[in-house]
């Protein structure tokens, strides 16, 4: 099998790459110079939709409608999208092997690939039951969600076990968003895990428990501190029984495990450095290897906001890293401002080749200037990402900016009310670090965001009390 150049290629097909491939047309690309190779078998889609309208009972969302990039209210990038623009779309395809020093992807069906600059978007799998050695995790009946062939997989079980006994392992963002879905698809719900209350990396005690208050009185049931330990099955190999480890059991038709996500680092691991469990990047996602990228899950980026390094699994930092890091590897500065002496230059450097030319005009040393301009403060900044999380369940929509550390401060609940809006600050150093609201309008999720990015000094505990909300609205 022969050996197939392009300038760019995208590893891995999921919401980094197309934002990518999104930002590469924006600015200029020629047919057959971009490819993404994708483990997925269809186009780049917002991976949100998995957990929550690709599940529902009725009018569930369904590919085309949810291709990128309809998730931040632009285009919808069908596959024809990708035809036109000349990019090739190599899909159902994992790459299985990465040689950074040849530039060279190998693929499972044996294919060979080689780069100019290369982007790491391989996202993130899930975390199995079997990884902590509980025995029987493989058992039919049990599901993990990570990509649309396991969401059709769980849509069928929901379709085939009417009114069935679900139990949801883990109290993370699948568990709590998997939990609701199941309960609108009227199966009787049993939520697992081990934590004093759910959601443990961002929810306080306080505010998990409206969350929990609020589960239960839609039906679910919540069995915490424990964890699923085995199971039991049926003479098929289906999943009937699950073992709790302080000796509980919930029967179970359905399993749903959301014990957590790692990075898939598999094809360049090894070469390229790591930090904190992902590739390590600088602020343009350039990682320590010249031409090679990394964006989305997968990178350990400087979060100059914290003066600290983090990786961050969520869908609001794949899309920014995505279109941030194609800005900083696109050759697009002279091009943009001078296509003739561009193009010119262009001609000079293939024909004369000489060293002088090379270091002078070649659109590589162009990619390092446009970073050296940005690293000396001329147009082209550092990335700087403020955090940004949130979820959507039953009629609840809550979200999250800034950093979760520190004192917190919780205002406004009031179980009381049908449409909840209550939120929280964190404080650390004195300054408003964090800012969370459930039931904000956009205007008000606008100021919360202002609020963490500017991280205002803080007025005692008692005023931000009493003014709750207004605060990030008068800040
Ligand atoms: P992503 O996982 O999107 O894509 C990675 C792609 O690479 C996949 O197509 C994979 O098959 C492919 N791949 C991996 N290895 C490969 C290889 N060796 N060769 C070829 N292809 C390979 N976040 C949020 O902020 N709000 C939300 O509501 C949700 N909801 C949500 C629901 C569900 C079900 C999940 C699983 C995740 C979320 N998230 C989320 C998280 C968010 O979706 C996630 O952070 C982004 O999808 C990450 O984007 P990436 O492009 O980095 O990976
Ligand atoms: P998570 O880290 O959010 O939650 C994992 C949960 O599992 C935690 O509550 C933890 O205490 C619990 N747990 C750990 N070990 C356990 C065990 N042995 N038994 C039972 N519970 C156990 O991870 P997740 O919910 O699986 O989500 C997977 C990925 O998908 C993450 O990257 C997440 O960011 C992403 N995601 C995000 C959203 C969103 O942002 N709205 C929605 C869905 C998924």
């Known amino acids: 099998m022969g050996e197939k150049y392009y300038k760019y290629v995208i590893v891995g097909g999921g919401v980094a790459a197309g934002y990518a491939a999104r930002e590469f047309a924006n600015l200029g690309l020629q047919p057959g110079e971009l490819a993404i190779i994708s483990k997925e078998a269809v186009a780049p889609y917002e991976r949100p939709a998995l957990s929550k309208a690709y599940l529902f009972p009725e009018g569930a969302a369904r590919l085309p409608g949810f291709h990128v990039c309809v998730g931040s209210g632009g285009e919808r990038l069908l596959p024809e999208w990708y035809t036109k623009k000349g990019i090739d779309l190599i899909l159902g395809t994992e790459v299985v092997k990465a040689d950074v020093a040849s530039k060279t992807l190998t693929t499972a069906y044996g294919a060979v690939y080689k780069y100019g600059t290369t982007l790491v978007a391989t996202g993130s799998t899930f975390i199995k039951l079997s990884d902590f050695g509980v025995p029987d995790a493989d058992a039919h009946g049990i599901y993990y969600l990570r990509e649309i062939k396991e969401a059709d997989a769980l849509v069928q079980a929901i379709k085939t076990k009417k009114d069935a006994v679900a139990v949801v392992v883990g109290g993370g963002y699948i568990g709590l968003e998997l939990a609701a879905v199941l309960v609108l698809n009227k199966l009787k719900v049993t939520m697992v895990y081990p934590g004093p209350w759910c959601m443990p990396r961002l929810f306080t005690t306080h505010i998990a428990s409206f969350y929990e208050g609020y589960y239960k009185a839609k039906g ?51 070469q390229l450095a790591e930090e904190k469990g992902g590739f390590k990047v600088d602020g343009f996602f350039k990682t320590n290897v010249p031409d090679v990228y990394a964006v989305g899950d997968v990178a350990t980026f400087p979060l100059k906001l914290y003066s600290d ?118 404080i650390k150093d004195g300054k408003i670090v964090g800012a969370f609201l459930e039931g904000g309008t956009p205007e008000e999720n606008k100021a919360l965001a202002k609020l963490a990015k500017e991280q205002p000094t803080a007025p005692s505990k008692e005023t931000l009390l009493a003014e709750g909300l207004n605060f990030a609205l008068m800040t």
């Not at 098929?236 to 509980?248: A, N, P, Q, S, T």
């Open 220 to 270: 679910v049931t919540i069995v915490k501190g424990t964890v699923a330990s085995g199971f039991e099955t049926d003479q098929h190999g289906h999943v009937k029984l699950v073992k709790l480890k302080d000796g509980r059991e919930l029967p179970a038709d359905i399993v749903v495990v959301g014990v957590g996500a790692r990075p898939v680092l598999a094809p360049f691991k090894g």
């Open 309 to 426: 390094t983090r990786r961050v699994e969520h869908v609001d930092h794949s899309r920014k890293s995505a279109i941030h890091a194609v800005q900083k590897c696109h050759s697009w500065f002279l091009p943009r401002i001078c296509p003739l002496s561009y193009l010119w230059l262009h001609y000079y450097v293939e024909t004369q080749r000489g060293w002088l030319s090379w270091l002078a005009w070649h659109p590589k040393f162009l990619w390092s200037q446009a970073i050296k301009a940005a690293e000396a403060g001329n147009s082209i900044p550092e990335y700087d990402y403020l955090p940004y999380f949130y979820s959507r369940s039953f009629d609840l929509s809550w979200q999250f900016y800034g950093d979760n550390v520190g004192e917190d401060v919780v205002f406004g609940r009031d179980n009381t009310t049908t449409q909840p809006k209550f939120g929280a600050y964190w």
